[in-house]
């Protein structure tokens, strides 16, 4: 299913797969409130469907700008609901990598179940083992 985007600076979509939820998300450019609104809409079809299991597919053109908003939006995350949820994030592209990796770090350190990626197989295969 489509969510139509309206006046979002990015598009979302779903699927429930047999094994996790799939979200893509795409646009030109990632930021503190675009995260934001993103994650929540993430978070609110997680409890619709009562999922333990998320991959995330991740292609934003510009990452966020600063640190600062990454520590910020990851601090978050655990308070969206998304605590008893295992997340494999994997972002299409890699020059991402290091500010997903702080951002990973920060996640978990505030008690998520989550690991960043580039390649979506490896993060499916991570997501979907015991």
Do not use: Q
């Not at 978050?76 to 008893?84: K, T, V």
């Amino acid at each position: 299913m489509i969510i139509s985007t309206g006046e979002k600076p990015y598009s979302i979509s779903f699927e429930l797969r047999p094994d996790y939820l799939y979200a893509r998300v795409s646009g030109d450019s990632d930021s503190y409130d675009i995260s934001n609104a993103y994650w929540t809409e993430i978070s609110e079809e997680c409890a619709k469907h009562n999922v333990t299991k998320l991959l995330v597919d991740e292609d934003l053109a510009k990452p966020m700008e600063s640190m600062s908003d990454v520590y910020h939006g990851a601090s978050e995350r655990s308070f969206m609901g998304l605590s008893r949820v295992k997340i494999a994030f994997v972002d299409r592209h890699p020059e991402h990598h290091e500010l997903n990796l702080f951002g990973e770090l920060v996640a978990t350190n505030r008690g998520l179940f989550c690991k960043v990626f580039h390649d979506f197989s490896e993060g499916e295969s991570w997501l979907i083992s015991k």
